[in-house]
């Protein structure tokens, strides 16, 4: 019995060991060939060289290498099992092999070892992969495949079908052969190209005709696509340039076939530029396309490619002035208005925007491409978690090829619409600042005064003459303007923006929200914001924050508690505008700085306002006398009124195509006050009324006659567009 289980134990032992020499074949898959499957297959390569051919032999006599030939192997199935499979030196014999195997150091002297496959399509045996055991081969392959990625000087003893990297590099490849002075080594480097030649011919000739013709076939791009080269294409609909990486044929989501073309473009964080990786796909095609037709061409192949070249360059310069945090006009046909003011900063934008986190970028070598050991290392941009920490930019000058490689887009925030976005840098210009700023404003002269000498302080956040007893506290300046709707109040925060040239963040109390949370989370994000850019930040209607605590209000007590204490540490100049306020918290009366009534106008007011609108028309577009003005003045309009009726009587005059006149004006003016007439005694009441209730609930609601004026307007453009 002992004898038996002895007998057993050996064979399993044996039928183990058996398995340990049998691997899964090798697969070419045509659509998957990218670098990761070209490491799985090289691993595999080795493990048949390791398990599949024998074990080690103790005489050492051959180096490894050495031998000036070409070793072929062929991949056949063991005798007696269809699914089992061998590497042979010689082609099978029925089912069985047709000589004994030799030894792995054996197998390893020659300086190539070329594995077969049969290709039952074909029926007959293609080489499959290619080992090279050659020292003298690799060292000239280090040279002639530096940079290609997916590769490493450690990995160039191993080489799978279709063999990419050699199609791609096949010129340099044989100038090498022609220029190698060392006899044995040319030698070495002869056997491989011609083992490699026979296999390499179809792809070789089809590349060719594709670079001589223009025209390539989709199944024939991975040739044309050469890793390290330049690619242009138009992702998101801007004209682009990338560091060619790889391409492999993929499915999207929706089923739809495509070359994904994987490429480096530069790119900038708010703090360094570096190269961030990008798919560019070119979906499956019939025949034959022209270069110029793809979506993605490389650019040595593109007919255009001296055009494209120098545009993208110049273009890369405009990126490279556009780093940093800069304040500029934005207009374009899809812009909502021309010259909208956006404040680009990608850090930002990275950080508040929640629309992506810091991107994970390459390092740039001096030409703004990958090196062998920085394809390793990669850095996160997290490094900018604290959006505050005092960490410096690195604003080092682009080179051409780098500028080549810069992102169509910048990253920017649109001050007026609060919303963030990715622009055309092309469509960035200098903001046309006023020069009459404060000269237009319609103010009384000593308070004018007052107010450009606080604004025109410099460095308000080091001034010691603002700072407080306790550090932090009170370097901001807070001005309260309050009054009717019309009489100046947004201007006057407009005018010391446009005065300072800096942003003007503007909030309106809705936007806010309504409880203490929603309050104070979207504070802290402009107060942030405004303190960064160095903006003004306007607030408008803040009566709903200011108005005294009552013990039967705790809800409103809340809000008024977190807007001081977020009031209090601002570091910048905050403008509060309300049209009435019945009771300010006595909290606020100390932390104000400057606190501006506005009165209704007065038809002296009036008339400056008519005279301000007026000036910055040009004087071909206006007819208006200085009597038509003292005329407009007698109408108890405020500012926005008037704007209003300017603005509606301008298209009534464009129509015509006259100049702007009385008789537009009047036309509007009049329409107004018969909108007004037709409101019946029954309705204000009811509005009255609707004013009473809104104030028991602590939410004032305002009549304001503008909006039939507008109302007007937009009725009066209808009929005229009609």
């Not at 209090?568 to 606190?595: K, P, Q, V």
Request: proline share 4%; glycine share 6%; with cysteine.
């Amino acid at each position: 019995m002992a004898t038996k289980i002895l007998f057993l134990l050996f064979l399993v032992s044996f039928c183990a060991l058996a398995t340990s020499f049998v691997d899964e074949p090798f697969y070419y898959d045509h659509y998957n060939d990218d670098e990761y499957i070209d490491r799985v297959k090289r691993s595999q390569h080795r493990s048949f060289l390791r398990d599949g051919l024998g074990t080690e032999s103790l005489d050492d006599a051959v180096d490894k290498g050495n031998i000036c030939e070409v070793k072929n192997l062929y991949h056949v199935p063991v005798a007696g099992h269809s699914n089992t499979f061998h590497w042979a030196e010689t082609l099978p014999v029925g089912m069985g092999l047709g000589d004994k195997w030799k030894t792995k150091k054996e197998r390893e002297a020659f300086a190539i070892v070329q594995f077969y496959k049969h290709d039952d399509s074909e029926k007959q045996w293609i080489t499959n992969s290619i080992q090279i055991n050659s020292a003298k081969v690799q060292r000239v392959l280090e040279k002639v495949l530096e940079g290609y990625p997916g590769l490493t000087q450690h990995e160039l003893d191993a080489f799978s079908v279709p063999f990419h990297p050699f199609v791609h590099r096949w010129e340099t490849f044989n100038e090498k052969i022609e220029r190698e002075k060392d006899k044995e080594t040319r030698a070495h480097l002869e056997l491989l190209r011609d083992a490699l030649a026979p296999r390499l011919l179809d792809n070789l000739t089809r590349a060719d005709e594709a670079r001589s013709t223009g025209h390539v076939a989709w199944l024939d791009l991975p040739l044309v696509f050469k890793p390290e080269e330049t690619a242009v294409g138009s992702p998101n609909g801007f004209r682009a340039a990338g560091t060619i990486r790889r391409g492999e044929y993929r499915v999207d989501r929706y089923g739809k076939k495509y070359f994904g073309v994987m490429v480096d473009v530069l790119d900038w964080d708010g703090r360094r530029c570096g190269l961030m990786a990008q798919e560019w796909p070119i979906y499956e095609y019939r025949g034959l396309r022209a270069f110029s037709a793809l979506n993605v061409a490389p650019l040595e192949l593109h007919p255009d490619k001296e055009i494209l070249r120098s545009s993208l360059i110049q273009r890369g310069r405009v990126f490279e002035r556009l780093r940093g945090q800069q304040f500029m006009a934005y207009t374009d046909e899809h812009a909502e208005r021309i010259n909208e003011r956006t404040m680009i900063d990608a850090r930002a934008y990275h950080k508040f925007s929640q629309k992506e986190g810091f991107p994970e970028f390459a390092a740039l070598d001096e030409i703004g491409h990958l090196t062998w050991d920085q394809s390793r290392n990669r850095y996160s941009s997290l490094y900018m978690e604290h959006f505050s920490s005092p960490m410096g930019v690195d604003l080092t000058p682009l080179t051409d090829e780098q500028c080549l490689l810069a992102v169509p887009t910048v990253k920017s925030f649109n001050i007026e619409t609060k919303k963030w976005m990715k622009q055309d840098l092309t469509k960035f210009h200098e903001i046309p600042w006023s020069k009459n700023a404060f000269e237009d404003l319609v103010l009384d002269p000593d308070e004018k005064d007052l107010l450009i000498a606080l604004v025109d302080r410099e460095e308000l956040v080091s001034t010691k003459a603002f700072d407080d007893f306790i550090a932090g506290k009170g370097q901001g300046i807070v001005m309260l303007l309050s009054g009717p709707p019309g009489v100046g109040k947004t201007l006057t925060a407009e005018s010391v923006a446009e005065h300072l040239k800096r942003p003007l963040f503007r909030v309106g109390a809705g936007e806010l929200g309504i409880t203490a949370h929603s309050v104070e989370r979207y504070l802290e994000t402009a107060l942030k914001l405004c303190a960064h850019w160095g903006a003004v930040l306007l607030i408008d209607e803040a009566d709903v924050f200011m108005e005294a605590r009552s013990a039967d209000n705790l809800q409103r007590n809340e809000l008024v508690s977190v807007f001081l204490r977020h009031l209090e540490y601002y570091r910048g100049i905050m403008i509060l505008t309300t049209n009435r306020l019945r009771s300010l918290d006595s909290a606020f009366e100390s932390r104000i700085d400057i606190s501006l009534p506005y009165d209704p106008l007065t038809e002296e007011d009036r008339r400056l306002v008519w005279r301000n609108f007026f000036h910055a028309f040009d004087a071909e577009d206006l007819d208006i006398e200085e009597d038509d003005i003292t005329e407009l003045a007698k109408w108890d309009f405020n500012g926005r009124q008037i704007k209003s009726a300017i603005k509606t009587a301008r298209i009534l005059a464009a129509k015509k195509q006259q100049p702007l006149n009385k008789t537009h004006l009047s036309v509007v003016l009049n329409l107004r006050a018969k909108a007004l007439k037709t409101m019946d005694e029954d309705n204000a009441k009811v509005a009255f009324r609707g004013t009473e209730i809104q104030e028991s609930q602590e939410q004032p609601l305002r009549i304001d006659s503008c909006c039939y004026l507008e109302d007007v307007g937009v009725r009066l453009s209808k009929s005229l567009s009609g």
